[in-house]
């Protein structure tokens, strides 16, 4: 069976992704962070957000790989060979990447990378279209929500959790341009796919979320 979850930028996707793989025995993979490493090559390589040929030869060529290990936690990114886990995380990534997500010729080349990486059935992925465009027919589809506030507070208390600086209004702020880039962007926009079961996260706990997906996969 192949899961596909989507949602907006903080729903609580990776965390719940992460733990139904882990129970379900499947392998997790999180898209995010495929063009979340374009963008890292990209600021790396000095290409600007508008160069969409230089941005769609650069992600043609990037060797893009995730490893995740069972235990429910742990997935690791590597971008040409390199561990890049931690480096596509930065603030600076993750302003510019819904700005390369907007390149066609860059879905074009990373749906085609994610379609072959689920080819092996037996996967849970995550990201904004996969349910719309990567894997229209998966077998289970969830789009999951929460109110741009909750998204916001979530993200705030994990990067101060983390020792960094942050204020609520800057992640309410970062999480309404994300969203409003990723809703309105001419190909692949965020939306459920009509077939999705969508789960408002608002107020749940990632176990009672994961619980309700769990239950609706087992159930057929
Ligand atoms: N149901 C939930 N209740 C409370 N906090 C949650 C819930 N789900 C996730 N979180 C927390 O919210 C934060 C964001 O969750 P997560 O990274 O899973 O979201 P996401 O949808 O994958 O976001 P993005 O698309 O930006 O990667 C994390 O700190 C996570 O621990
Ligand atoms: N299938 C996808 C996945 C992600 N994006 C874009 O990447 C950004 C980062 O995603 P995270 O899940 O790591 O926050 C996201 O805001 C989208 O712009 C995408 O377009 N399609």
């Not at 949602?7 to 990776?14: E, M």
């Not at 992704?17 to 997790?28: C, E, P, Q, S, T």
């Not at 027919?137 to 990067?159: G, M, N, Q, Y």
Request: neutral net charge; proline residues 4%; aromatic residues 4%.
């Amino acid at each position: 069976m192949r899961i596909a979850i989507d949602g907006p930028a903080g729903a609580g996707k990776s965390t719940v992704a992460k733990k139904l793989a882990g129970l379900l025995g499947y392998d997790y993979i999180d898209t995010g962070a495929m063009y979340r490493a374009v963008a890292l090559a990209a600021l790396s390589a000095g290409i600007p957000g508008d160069d969409e040929e230089a941005l769609t030869r650069l992600a043609e060529s990037l060797t893009i790989e995730q490893v995740w290990r069972q235990d429910g936690t742990t997935l690791k990114v590597f971008l040409n060979g390199r561990d890049v886990t931690r480096e596509i995380r930065t603030p600076e990534v993750s302003r510019f990447v819904s700005v390369i997500a907007q390149v066609p010729g860059v879905r074009q080349q990373l749906t085609a990378k994610q379609r072959a990486m689920a080819a092996s059935g037996r996967v849970v992925m995550e990201g904004r279209d996969i349910g719309t465009v990567v894997l229209p027919d998966a077998e289970k589809k969830f789009f999951l929500t929460a109110s741009v506030e909750e998204r916001a507070r979530r993200r705030f208390l994990e990067i101060t959790g983390q020792g960094y600086d942050a204020t609520l209004e800057e992640q309410i702020r970062e999480i309404a341009a994300r969203d409003a880039r990723d809703e309105s962007r001419a190909v692949a926009p965020l939306m459920p796919a009509p077939d999705a079961v969508v789960i408002d996260t608002t107020g749940k706990s990632p176990d009672q979320v994961v619980a309700e997906m769990a239950a609706l996969v087992r159930g057929g």
